[in-house]
């Protein structure tokens, strides 16, 4: 299982479970909280005693002392604890450092963090999807964990009932599994506390560290191979990435001449640095209005047909620009056509693509500049 797989999978996932609301309740759960209060009364001596009257009061006790949330709960901040709550929906947090304490969660659960402590006392009853740099795990897990990090610790009290999917520089791992575990991992220990019921299956550049008071039933590793790229994979990767790049630029330089003709004058007109502004701003609101509608769960044939519209006009912003540039350069010089210029204009900008963080800032520009031309012709009409 590879590290992108599983970043990709967990931002999907992210998404998609935005716009649903599922909560898993559970008698397992009721019972669970019965078992911790009989053994806290039997590890006290002062209540071998308690008639069931004052035990029904205890479990009373246990549970109303706890806040009972019944909605989905949002959070952003720099830093977050959540303790002493029942909440019987969904979470998602993003913060700097989130501290889960004495909490039960019935819902699913997204975390986006820089350091994550989850303790012993939390309850997840959902799903659980992480991403965080650092990550303190000794909670319970009733369902499927999917974490993406760069530390990752779970400690002797973790506990979980499905799956762990795990991806990360280095896993310290330790607590109960009752289903597999799957980790892609680049320094991996298993440790004395560490039982898996089910198969640990990771794939890492070395073997993990496993200790002999480990209880693994069975395992399977795969050896990640760093290829390393010789000169001709360089050079054929070269090719294929102008090839695209020139089919792409021409491609759309055809078609809008023989369908848009107009279009290449306006695109002319409407080159400047206003448009690189237009650009920018369109590049931040369309993705602010698309995660309104997410939150609002208005999932309309416009919607996503605005989405698929955005993501092509960026794929073909850069093309746009060229040819506007080749525009300009051709009215100045007559005897330069526009047919010769696009395809000369786009091999000299593939070339400075090509250089070091100063290709990457002018392809850059060279894309917001296009999106803001694209966005001035539909807004403006042809000098004539």
């Known amino acids: 299982m590879k590290k992108k797989i599983l970043i990709v999978l967990t931002i999907i996932l992210f998404?998609?479970?935005?716009?649903?609301?599922?909560?898993?309740?559970?008698?397992?759960?009721?019972?669970?909280?019965?078992?911790?209060?009989?053994?806290?009364?039997?590890?006290?001596?002062?209540?071998?005693?308690?008639?069931?009257?004052?035990?029904?009061?205890?479990?009373?006790?246990?549970?109303?002392?706890?806040?009972?949330?019944?909605?989905?709960?949002?959070?952003?901040?720099?830093?977050?604890?959540?303790?002493?709550?029942?909440?019987?929906?969904?979470?998602?947090?993003?913060?700097?450092?989130v501290i889960l304490k004495d909490i039960t969660i019935n819902g699913d659960v997204f975390i986006l963090a820089n350091k994550l402590n989850i303790e012993k006392e939390a309850s997840l009853n959902g799903n659980v999807f992480?991403?965080?740099?650092?990550?303190?795990?000794?909670?319970?897990?009733?369902?499927?964990?999917?974490?993406?990090?760069?530390?990752?610790?779970?400690?002797?009290?973790?506990?979980?009932?499905?799956?762990?999917?795990?991806?990360?520089?280095?896993?310290?791992?330790?607590?109960?599994?009752?289903?597999?575990v799957n980790a892609a991992v680049t320094k991996f220990e298993i440790n004395d506390g560490a039982i898996i019921f089910g198969t640990l299956n990771y794939s890492s550049g070395r073997?993990?560290?496993?200790?002999?008071?480990?209880?693994?039933?069975?395992?399977?590793?795969?050896?990640?191979?760093?290829?390393?790229?010789?000169?001709?994979?360089?050079?054929?990767?070269?090719?294929?990435?102008?090839?695209?790049?020139?089919?792409?630029?021409?491609?759309?330089?055809?078609?809008?001449?023989?369908?848009?003709?107009?279009?290449?004058?306006?695109?002319?007109?409407?080159?400047?640095?206003?448009?690189?502004?237009?650009?920018?701003?369109?590049?931040?609101?369309?993705p602010i209005l698309l995660v309104a509608f997410i939150f609002l769960r208005i999932f309309t044939t416009a919607v996503f047909a605005a989405l698929a519209l955005f993501v092509f006009v960026l794929i073909i912003s850069m093309a746009i620009t060229t040819i506007a540039v080749a525009g300009k350069i051709s009215d100045k010089k007559p005897n330069f056509k526009l047919p010769i210029a696009v395809p000369v204009v786009t091999i000299i900008t593939w070339i400075v693509y090509q250089i070091a963080f100063a290709g990457a800032v002018v392809a850059f520009i060279w894309t917001m500049t296009g999106l803001g031309i694209i966005v001035k012709n539909c807004f403006t009409k042809m000098k004539k």
């Open 15 to 97: 998404v998609v479970i935005f716009s649903f609301s599922s909560v898993y309740a559970t008698d397992e759960n009721i019972v669970e909280n019965v078992i911790d209060t009989a053994n806290e009364i039997d590890s006290n001596t002062e209540n071998t005693d308690m008639t069931l009257e004052e035990i029904k009061e205890k479990l009373a006790e246990r549970f109303n002392s706890k806040e009972i949330s019944e909605e989905n709960y949002y959070r952003a901040a720099e830093d977050i604890t959540l303790s002493g709550k029942i909440i019987n929906g969904n979470v998602f947090m993003a913060a700097s450092n």
């Open 130 to 180: 992480i991403v965080s740099s650092n990550v303190d795990f000794n909670g319970k897990v009733a369902r499927e964990l999917y974490a993406v990090g760069k530390d990752i610790v779970f400690g002797e009290d973790y506990t979980i009932m499905y799956n762990a999917n795990v991806s990360a520089e280095h896993i310290s791992l330790n607590g109960t599994f009752y289903r597999d």
């Open 207 to 286: 073997e993990a560290i496993i200790s002999e008071n480990a209880n693994i039933a069975n395992t399977n590793f795969e050896l990640q191979i760093e290829e390393k790229e010789t000169v001709m994979d360089i050079v054929v990767d070269k090719v294929l990435d102008f090839t695209r790049y020139f089919v792409l630029t021409m491609l759309v330089f055809i078609i809008v001449m023989k369908l848009l003709p107009n279009t290449i004058e306006k695109s002319i007109q409407n080159l400047s640095v206003s448009s690189f502004g237009i650009g920018i701003a369109t590049l931040i609101l369309v």
